[in-house]
């Protein structure tokens, strides 16, 4: 487990203040008992306690430990993989449905910002960069597909255009949004955890489980509690390990790895990014990049499939950043940290039941800040009994990755395939 850069973390060390969560002891009863502090379980929590609901939620670690406070803070649009797997699998009716609920994922962040009153640096914009001209294509194949689906807010750039708006020539073409953006990903964690456990919502940290039942009515064990409940979910992404084989084995940990500069003072920021927009390429092992509050710049980039850290950090992403800004070469790097991320074999998020009454959703491919939100959201709806929803993208079908125990090894092989297409590009 990427454990050792968590202390390193920017945005740990900018935190919000937060009260620190019990441990569970003893044994407690809820009407829904949920594993995992992150968005998905937290969204959860929220929707449920607002409800009425007798809802506890279990954290191995502490709120946000996982992907939710180690992400680029990056609010992307739609699914990793596009809308063409959804209509394969739903028909183009069920997929614009499905791509509606993506563009709800981002209000739904943006409206809980504003009635919880969460302090996250929230910032719209967002710059699709190019890094050949073939990439140029799959811009507009973006906009036209974005377009299909009534999404207009939006705006090809041209190379001119966008060397105008950032201070590097790399890039050939760009595609800028105005519903997408950036926050503070822990912050906004911290302040859903404390808009839940304010609704009635019991948090507990320091407090893994060790093993659940699903048969029947769902209990859950951790060293010092157990839990007895009417209904789960379990809300781990890819923490999940080895709690259950089937999560095990349709969802591949994957580590990525984000940085942090010293502060670069207000004018150096805005001429790298003039206008603070969140900027991503259009790789398959993507960087991508936006400034901090206090003016650093926060790049994140190089993807592990090895689930190892790399050696000395901080220089392996200072070589990335230096090749879109080479003007940074004087500039320290304060913070580098990394964390696993859920993908699935078809990187759309994966939702469904575990039991009668046992929920999870996990899998989001490196677009879980919107999209969790919105999951947790509709899990809370289906134990609700409006399952509508829930159903609708709980009918998307995963297969396992293949290779069993030997699943990771293929994997990086395959990644290593897709380094060189986008290199060869």
Same mark, same amino acid.
């Given at each position: 487990m990427?454990?050792?850069s968590? $202390?390193?973390?920017?945005?740990?060390?900018?935190?919000?203040?937060?009260?620190a969560?019990?441990?569970?002891?003893?044994?407690?009863?809820?009407?829904?008992?949920?594993?995992?502090?992150g968005?998905?379980?937290?969204?959860?929590?929220?929707?449920?306690?607002?409800?009425?609901?007798?809802?506890v939620?279990?954290e191995?670690?502490?709120?946000?430990?996982?992907?939710?406070?180690?992400?680029? /803070?990056?609010?992307c649009?739609?699914?990793?993989?596009?809308?063409?797997?959804?209509? &394969?699998?739903?028909?183009?009716?069920?997929?614009?449905?499905?791509f509606?609920?993506a563009?709800?994922?981002?209000?739904?962040?943006?409206?809980?910002?504003?009635?919880?009153?969460?302090?996250?640096?929230l910032?719209w $914009?967002?710059?699709?960069?190019?890094?050949?001209?073939?990439?140029v294509?799959?811009?507009?194949?973006?906009?036209?597909?974005?377009?299909h !689906?009534? !999404?207009?807010d939006?705006k =090809?750039?041209?190379?001119?255009e966008?060397?105008?708006?950032?201070?590097?020539?790399?890039?050939?073409?760009?595609?800028?949004?105005?519903?997408?953006?950036?926050?503070?990903?822990?912050?906004?964690c911290?302040?859903?955890?404390g808009?839940?456990?304010a609704?009635? #919502?019991? *948090?507990?940290?320091?407090?893994?489980?060790?093993?659940?039942?699903? &048969?029947?009515?769902?209990?859950?064990?951790?060293?010092? /509690?157990?839990?007895? &409940?009417d209904?789960?979910?379990?809300?781990c992404?890819?923490?999940?390990?080895?709690?259950?084989?089937?999560?095990?084995?349709?969802i591949?940990?994957?580590?990525?790895?984000?940085?942090a500069?010293?502060?670069?003072?207000?004018?150096?920021?805005?001429?790298?990014?003039?206008?603070?927009?969140?900027?991503? %390429?259009?790789n398959?092992? =993507?960087?991508?990049?936006?400034?901090?509050?206090?003016?650093?710049?926060?790049?994140?980039g190089?993807?592990? @499939?090895s689930?190892y850290?790399?050696?000395?950090?901080?220089?392996?992403?200072?070589?990335?950043?230096?090749? *879109?800004?080479?003007?940074?070469? %004087?500039?320290?790097?304060? @913070?580098a940290?990394?964390?696993?991320?859920? *993908?699935? !074999?078809n990187?759309?998020?994966?939702?469904?039941r575990?039991?009668?009454?046992?929920? @999870?959703?996990? /899998?989001?491919?490196?677009?879980?800040? #919107?999209?969790a939100?919105?999951y947790?959201?509709l899990?809370?709806?289906? *134990?609700?009994?409006?399952?509508?929803?829930?159903?609708?993208?709980?009918?998307?079908?995963?297969l396992?990755?293949?290779?069993?125990?030997?699943?990771?090894p293929?994997?990086?092989?395959?990644?290593?395939? @897709?380094?060189l297409?986008?290199?060869?590009?």
């Amino acid at each position: 487990m990427i454990k050792s850069s968590e $202390g390193m973390s920017w945005y740990r060390a900018t935190a919000v203040p937060s009260p620190a969560y019990p441990r569970l002891s003893g044994e407690v009863r809820a009407d829904v008992c949920i594993i995992g502090a992150g968005y998905t379980g937290l969204s959860a929590a929220l929707e449920l306690a607002q409800a009425g609901y007798r809802t506890v939620v279990l954290e191995a670690e502490v709120v946000g430990f996982g992907a939710s406070g180690r992400n680029g /803070g990056q609010i992307c649009t739609g699914f990793s993989p596009g809308q063409a797997k959804v209509v &394969a699998q739903l028909g183009e009716a069920d997929a614009k449905k499905c791509f509606d609920l993506a563009e709800e994922a981002k209000a739904l962040i943006e409206e809980r910002i504003l009635r919880h009153h969460i302090d996250c640096d929230l910032t719209w $914009g967002y710059l699709h960069v190019a890094k050949s001209q073939s990439k140029v294509r799959h811009l507009r194949e973006m906009k036209e597909e974005w377009e299909h !689906y009534g !999404y207009l807010d939006h705006k =090809l750039l041209t190379r001119e255009e966008l060397e105008d708006k950032l201070g590097t020539k790399v890039f050939y073409g760009g595609l800028r949004e105005g519903r997408a953006g950036h926050f503070h990903p822990l912050n906004y964690c911290l302040g859903l955890a404390g808009a839940a456990s304010a609704a009635g #919502a019991q *948090i507990h940290e320091d407090s893994r489980v060790l093993r659940v039942q699903m &048969a029947g009515r769902p209990e859950a064990w951790t060293d010092a /509690g157990h839990i007895k &409940a009417d209904n789960m979910i379990i809300a781990c992404d890819a923490y999940a390990g080895r709690l259950t084989d089937k999560l095990y084995y349709g969802i591949m940990p994957v580590t990525s790895f984000v940085s942090a500069t010293e502060r670069l003072g207000p004018n150096r920021a805005r001429s790298l990014i003039r206008d603070n927009e969140a900027v991503a %390429d259009t790789n398959w092992v =993507l960087d991508y990049f936006h400034l901090s509050s206090d003016d650093r710049l926060l790049f994140g980039g190089r993807a592990s @499939y090895s689930n190892y850290e790399p050696p000395n950090l901080r220089s392996n992403i200072k070589r990335r950043m230096l090749r *879109i800004f080479p003007q940074l070469g %004087d500039v320290a790097i304060d @913070y580098a940290w990394g964390g696993y991320i859920g *993908i699935t !074999y078809n990187r759309l998020p994966a939702l469904g039941r575990l039991g009668p009454s046992t929920y @999870y959703a996990h /899998g989001y491919s490196g677009q879980g800040v #919107a999209l969790a939100n919105l999951y947790g959201k509709l899990m809370a709806e289906a *134990i609700r009994g409006q399952s509508e929803r829930y159903d609708l993208l709980a009918r998307i079908k995963h297969l396992p990755f293949p290779g069993g125990s030997f699943r990771l090894p293929m994997l990086v092989a395959a990644m290593a395939w @897709y380094r060189l297409r986008d290199a060869l590009s």
